[in-house]
């Protein structure tokens, strides 16, 4: 299937937030802490859930095929799980032995860092388990239709509120944080398969509506309420998640620079760890002149640093499944 430059420009705005929001607490911002906890409320419920809902479009363009279950899942496995096995051995190792590690972890807390939520990790073990979900509903023909997927899509709606009421502990390979992302998964396949219906000009006069009136209540609970009201898991942030992610797919553009990071996003994704920590070196040095320096300094070189390893480990095809998932 031929890339969509806009899909990729998606991407790459999803990446840059999700790194933007994962150095946003870094004590060297304090000069500025107003803007950037600011900025983390706005995007909190558009970063991760816009990430997802890329990845159930594409997943919709290429849904799983009659008899083709096993075969999917081993594509998934060698993609998502093969990586995350290696880059949290490779992250826990850096911090058991390397100098100068600020954060120390011991080696013995390996096994348990691959099973359970460690990190950004968590993310891969949640998306790979929603793909072998999804993927079933899919096997079993059970979202074939708009009026099939509506339903599934309300069932997820109802779990991503309802779920951390329940009081159960799934941690173990992050299982109950499935109920937060399938949503969005479920709103990017639906995106894909059923853009008549979901993007209809009633439809989209819906959407446009509610984004207004949830992010205005979202900004209005910032400044005068309780910013908490429109966190995750709440009503009002899943309304700014599903229409802010809705109104970005349907008016996405191709934007070359954020297309170009989008292609690597992936791998960033996987990298950060490492890109970020030497960002947060480098940064370090321009605290004392302007904190925005080193927040660019650090969102820069994690950028290139993912996009430098996926550049040379692809041409080691020894390495290339092992450290990127790929054949």
């Known amino acids: 299937m031929e890339k969509d430059n806009s899909i990729e420009s998606l991407r790459g705005l999803a990446i840059l937030l999700v790194i933007a929001l994962h150095i946003n607490n870094d004590g060297a911002l304090d000069g500025a802490r107003e803007i950037y906890d600011y900025m983390s409320y706005t995007f909190q419920n558009i970063r991760l859930p816009l990430f997802t809902v890329i990845s159930g479009f594409l997943y919709g363009c290429r849904p799983v095929v009659e008899g083709r279950y096993l075969y999917f899942l081993q594509g998934k496995f060698r993609r998502i799980v093969v990586p995350l096995l290696t880059v949290v051995t490779l992250e826990i190792l850096s911090k058991a032995y390397l100098p100068g590690v600020s954060e120390r972890v011991s080696i013995d807390k390996l096994l348990y860092f691959i099973f359970y939520p460690y990190e950004h990790f968590w993310f891969?073990?949640?998306?790979?388990?929603?793909?072998?979900?999804?993927?079933?509903?899919?096997?079993?023909?059970?979202?074939?239709?708009?009026r099939k997927w509506s339903y599934i899509f309300l069932v997820s709606l109802v779990l991503y509120i309802s779920y951390p009421k329940l009081g159960l502990d799934l941690s173990f390979f992050s299982i109950g944080t499935t109920t937060y992302l399938l949503p969005f998964f479920l709103l990017g396949y639906g995106i894909s398969k059923y853009p008549e219906?979901?993007?209809?000009?009633?439809?989209?006069?819906?959407?446009?509506?509610?984004?207004?009136?949830?992010?205005?209540?979202?900004?209005?609970?910032?400044?005068?309420?309780?910013?908490?009201?429109?966190?995750?898991?709440?009503?009002?942030?899943?309304?700014?998640?599903?229409?802010?992610?809705?109104?970005?797919?349907?008016?996405?553009?191709?934007?070359?620079?954020?297309?170009?990071?989008?292609?690597?996003?992936?791998?960033?994704?996987?990298y950060q760890g490492f890109g970020s920590g030497i960002g947060r070196r480098l940064g370090g040095m321009f605290v004392d002149i302007n904190p925005h320096i080193y927040f660019l300094i650090v969102i820069s070189v994690t950028v290139i640093f993912g996009v430098a390893v996926e550049y040379f480990v692809k041409k080691i095809p020894r390495l290339r499944t092992l450290l990127l998932g790929v054949k």
């Open 197 to 270: 219906h979901l993007f209809s000009n009633k439809m989209s006069l819906i959407i446009i509506f509610c984004f207004i009136v949830s992010f205005s209540l979202q900004q209005f609970e910032w400044v005068w309420g309780e910013p908490e009201v429109a966190g995750k898991r709440t009503i009002l942030g899943l309304l700014v998640s599903v229409s802010s992610c809705a109104l970005l797919f349907k008016y996405r553009k191709n934007v070359t620079p954020l297309k170009i990071i989008g292609s690597y996003a992936f791998t960033i994704y996987l």
């Open 124 to 146: 891969l073990q949640v998306i790979f388990l929603i793909f072998v979900f999804v993927g079933l509903l899919d096997y079993w023909s059970v979202i074939d239709s708009p």
